[in-house]
């Protein structure tokens, strides 16, 4: 038996404490990114000898290097890309030295893989970005950059290649690196470095270079290895976002998550969000023992002093630390799905363990990623990039991007077919005059008042009256989605109108698509989409025009409010008395994507519906044939329509 | 000033916690895929980290070729009852009873029928909506561009040109019934990682991946081991003890051993870095055809 040499033992002691570097690679084929991949982990002894003879085979069949080993072929995982000689998706590839550990996440440079670059950016410490010397800073390299400055990466190395086909020229290096720099500093990137190579001829990668004398600094690797890295996380705002509520009996509940930021301390007095409840950190646990602190990006479950009710997508703090917690919110987003954006629909939003539904209200921008150039659009397409405005349908927890990555970022799922649709990087918060204009406090109300002054009529009601031979009146008709609301409503203005009547009809499509086409179906928005049914209502009825308004209004309150509005005297309410089960059957596709989990607000069903207090008529939907018949004989008695 | 730093292992570690965590609170049914190998081993471990000190809250699932070497079911069953999991084993018993195996059907419609399909019958039969794997990026060419939460359609197929994009580390966890996730928690692990903290850990492993004599049949340059009489009678009568372990475990008769004297997990690291053949060659499937792992992944396997 054969005892281990020492060398392994202390190799492997050593390998336990390295730390890890994640860095993204930008360019394209033609820069000789593969080629240097290849070499990085070539020379670093990762390449096993049967994926060399793979490689070799591989080469002389669909090469593009010629006789020499095509190293680009070692990094081009799946069959058809390798055939086609692009790489179309991001590829993780691995290498350690005796100083390191690193992770390359390889993406393709072709202006229609943003997604891709932006996807690798997206957990990189470092990028390399690399440049033709015989081309210097084109397009591409300023596409790149503003990517990576975009996401939040903090070093950036160019990497200025095929110093070969240059003869090492110091002069060519110092141009590139001169244009370079005047690009760079436009953006937000904190450290950049500048390495003269030759990926072909492994210059100045591994070994400090012989070739280019005038060159004081590092060789690649041996910048990767030392660039510092650990203190580019946020260790100042505590954010811990509850992942998992662990209960495995009733004595304990601990709360699980990965710091998000900042330092958690054992003995802290800590507040919960949204509820604000506070308490102090008991204990902070983990498999390997308890600790007295945890940092980002450590996976751990605390436990509390105060039994508080927590769940998945709270967030734990510090009191005097708070995150923003806001609904509106300005954010950078790439649109990533093959199918283009439409703005009228809604999304979820995951962010911070928490997922909610979130619509646009505004495309601020679209930016060019070739020129930076800001151009106004109404969607965005596959790779596209803008500034939007977001609304939630819950306040969420977060800090700008630029402050804090973990806690700044998003995904948006496209509810129907569950892709990533988009990805996000949040600005900030909105400023409270650029909100949207539904969001009236009563001061500004007042304000508006005194401002406007009312002309006078010289129209009177009796000559409306008279003229249209009925009363200014609002029908409204309320009861559950597919209870034959929307039916009785086509009918009776079809009616009217045959009988002389002039006729407005207010429906739910027509008023969402347009005036209310930024509100959803929560109470709150449902409630300021029938505020302005009830004012165009108001004017109709002001002009002596009838109006059929036909809308579920689930609540008292809310038809109170309406009434409010309209005016007592010429508003009358007609409830479609439906049970669920008709409901359902009447209208079973809505009922069924509410089953699956695809919708949700739907009253009666996971909203409650209210039965009004007194209505003006109750009707059965199974007396189609009738109820229109009743409704205008009611009108006719009361001599709504007509009035001779 | 402190340094607030992690190893790269410990690093890894989070991450791993991280997705396990996020799959036990996104879904509704997961199960973890244990294959009793070393990576399994670990991500078993990683996953009772993640809810300590409360049970994990999914089951074990082994897909059992049958074939399996007696000294891998042995330990499934030892660590299983050991450590409280709750472990179902799965085999596609109607091609069993019809006598399907690899000395019988070869290499390729064995793996399909006991493994692939056995796998996809499992996990139907118990509407498991999210899958645990123990696959690495940096085992194979068409696995680095895999994602960590890797979307199967309703037939469990994998579609390498429609995956949904992942960053940061918010995963996308939202599926259609009959979807399903198949989650890789060690992606950005590579084999020294998984030595190196079996070895810091102390986690139980096979003892087949330590060098001991065993009796060994050499079949077209394939080391297969002599498990049970189930080998052909010819072909056993060849067997010889020589030293050596195994890289990988699988169904024996596929499974090829290495020569080594390595018997302890260092002995097995300095072997590693010394030899130079990469870990999978010692599975037989994979000879099939160039890019055959990409083929049996689209068809639902791992």
């Not at chain 1, 090492?168 to 450290?191: G, H, R, S």
């Not at chain 2, 991450?15 to 996020?22: G, L, P, S, V």
């Not at chain 2, 609170?25 to 895929?33: D, G, R, S, T, Y």
């Not at chain 2, 064995?110 to 794997?133: N, R």
């Given at each position: 038996m054969t005892t281990p040499t020492l060398d392994i033992y202390s190799y492997l002691d050593q390998d336990e404490k390295k730390d890890l570097l994640r860095l993204l690679t930008a360019g394209s084929v033609d820069d000789g990114k593969s080629t240097l991949i290849g070499r990085l982990l070539f020379d670093s002894k990762k390449i096993y000898e049967d994926q060399l003879s793979a490689l070799e085979r591989d080469s002389k069949r669909v090469g593009h290097a010629g006789e020499e080993i095509d190293y680009a072929l070692l990094l081009d995982g799946l069959k058809a890309e390798r055939e086609q000689g692009i790489t179309i998706d991001v590829a993780y590839r691995y290498f350690s030295t005796n100083k390191r550990k690193f992770i390359i996440a390889d993406t393709p440079g072709h202006t229609q893989y943003t997604r891709n670059m932006v996807t690798g950016a997206s957990t990189a410490n470092l990028a390399i970005i690399l440049i033709d010397a015989t081309k210097g800073v084109i397009t591409q390299t300023r596409r790149h950059t503003f990517l990576v400055s975009m996401l939040g990466i903090k070093h950036v190395v160019l990497a200025v290649n095929k110093m070969d086909l240059v003869n090492?020229?110091?002069?060519?290096?110092?141009?590139?690196?001169?244009?370079?720099?005047?690009?760079?500093?436009?953006?937000?990137?904190?450290?950049v470095n500048f390495i003269p190579i030759s990926a072909l001829k492994g210059e100045n990668l591994v070994e400090p270079t012989t070739l280019m004398p005038w060159y004081h600094g590092k060789s690649m690797l041996e910048f990767l290895e030392s660039v510092h890295i650990s203190s580019d996380r946020n260790f100042d705002d505590m954010r811990f976002p509850v992942q998992y509520v662990l209960r495995p009996d009733l004595d304990f509940r601990g709360f699980s998550a990965r710091v998000a930021s900042g330092i958690i301390r054992k003995g802290e007095k800590i507040m919960v969000l949204p509820s604000r409840k506070t308490s102090t950190i008991k204990e902070i646990i983990t498999y390997d023992g308890n600790l007295d602190e945890a940092f980002p990006p450590q996976s751990v479950t605390i436990t509390l002093e105060d039994e508080i009710d927590i769940s998945r997508g709270d967030m734990i703090v510090y009191p005097d630390n708070l995150p923003r917690v806001e609904r509106h919110f300005e954010a950078m987003l790439v649109?990533?799905?093959?199918?283009?954006?439409?703005?009228?629909?809604?999304?979820?939003?995951?962010?911070?363990?928490?997922?909610?539904?979130?619509?646009f209200d505004k495309i601020q921008y679209k930016i060019d990623v070739n020129s930076l150039q800001k151009s106004s659009v109404n969607h965005f397409e596959l790779n596209e990039i803008g500034r939007v405005v977001l609304t939630t349908n819950k306040a969420i927890f977060f800090d700008p991007y630029k402050k804090n990555r973990s806690t700044g970022s998003f995904i948006l799922i496209d509810p129907i077919t569950h892709n990533t649709v988009a990805v996000g990087m949040i600005i900030d918060k909105l400023n409270s005059e650029d909100l949207p204009s539904k969001i009236v406090d009563e001061k500004t109300l007042e304000a508006n008042k005194s401002l406007i002054h009312r002309g006078e009529c010289l129209v009177s009601d009796a000559q409306r009256e008279k003229r249209y031979n009925q009363k200014g009146t609002t029908i409204w008709i309320t009861g559950l989605h597919g209870s034959g609301k929307n039916e009785l409503a086509f009918t009776l203005e079809k009616e009217l109108f045959d009988q002389g009547a002039t006729v407005v009809l207010l429906d739910g499509s027509s008023i969402r698509s347009g005036l209310s086409n930024e509100l959803d179906f929560s109470p709150a928005d449902r409630a300021e989409h029938l505020r302005r049914v009830a004012h165009i209502s108001k004017l109709l009825n002001d002009q002596g025009i009838i109006t059929i308004c036909s809308f579920i209004s689930p609540d008292e309150s809310i038809r109170k409010q309406v009434i409010q509005i309209i005016g007592e005297d010429r508003f009358n309410l007609i409830y479609m008395d439906a049970s669920l089960e008709f409901c359902k059957k009447n209208k079973p596709e809505l009922y069924e994507k509410f089953e699956q989990g695809l919708i949700e607000n739907i009253p009666g069903a996971d909203l409650p519906f209210t039965v009004p207090e007194n209505p003006t008529l109750v009707l059965k939907p199974e007396n189609r044939a009738q109820n229109t018949k009743t409704i205008l004989e009611y009108m006719a008695d009361l001599k709504i329509f007509p009035i001779v | 000033?402190?340094?607030?730093?992690?190893?790269?292992?410990?690093?890894?570690?989070?991450?791993?916690?991280?997705?396990?965590?996020?799959?036990?609170?996104?879904?509704?049914?997961?199960?973890?895929?244990?294959?009793?190998g070393k990576d399994s081993s670990v991500m078993v471990r990683l996953a009772e980290k993640a809810f300590y000190p409360g049970k994990v809250p999914f089951p074990l699932m082994h897909i059992d070729s049958k074939w399996k070497f007696r000294e891998m079911v042995e330990f499934r069953d030892n660590y299983a009852k050991e450590n409280g999991w709750n472990l179902i084993v799965h085999s596609n018993m109607s091609a069993f009873e019809a006598g399907v195996g690899p000395f019988t059907h070869?290499?390729?419609?064995?793996?399909?029928?006991?493994?692939?399909?056995?796998?996809?019958?499992?996990?139907?039969?118990?509407?498991?909506?999210?899958?645990?794997?123990?696959?690495?990026r940096d085992e194979e060419k068409s696995r680095a561009k895999e994602r960590i939460f890797s979307f199967r359609d309703k037939f469990h197929q994998w579609d390498p040109k429609n995956q949904r994009p992942e960053l940061w580390d918010i995963y996308n966890a939202r599926v259609h019934k009959g979807e399903s996730i198949r989650v890789f928690p060690i992606s950005n692990w590579t084999e020294l990682d998984v030595w190196q903290y079996i070895r810091l850990e102390k986690i139980p492993i096979v003892p087949l991946y330590f060098a001991k004599e065993r009796p060994i049949v050499n079949v077209d340059g394939n080391l297969i081991m002599v498990d049970d009489d189930r080998m052909p009678k010819e072909m056993a009568a060849k067997a010889e003890m020589r030293m050596v372990r195994f890289r990988t475990l699988g169904c024996y008769p596929l499974t090829g051993a290495v020569e080594s004297e390595a018997d302890t997990i260092e002995k097995i690291v300095e072997e590693m870095m010394t030899v130079t053949v990469s870990e999978r060659t010692t599975r037989v499937i994979d000879f099939d055809q160039d890019g055959s792992m990409e083929q049996k992944k689209r068809e639902g396997y791992f």
């Open positions: 090492y020229d110091q002069k060519v290096f110092d141009e590139i690196c001169a244009e370079y720099k005047a690009f760079i500093t436009q953006l937000d990137v904190p450290d649109w990533m799905d093959e199918k283009p954006m439409d703005p009228c629909v809604q999304l979820f939003l995951k962010h911070a363990n928490n997922t909610t539904r979130v619509r | 000033m402190t340094e607030y730093s992690l190893s790269h292992l410990k690093e890894l570690e989070a991450e791993a916690i991280h997705i396990i965590r996020e799959v036990a609170a996104e879904f509704e049914n997961p199960v973890m895929l244990y294959s009793i070869g290499s390729k419609v064995h793996t399909d029928i006991m493994k692939t399909q056995a796998l996809l019958e499992g996990l139907s039969k118990y509407k498991f909506d999210a899958a645990f794997g123990g696959a690495r």
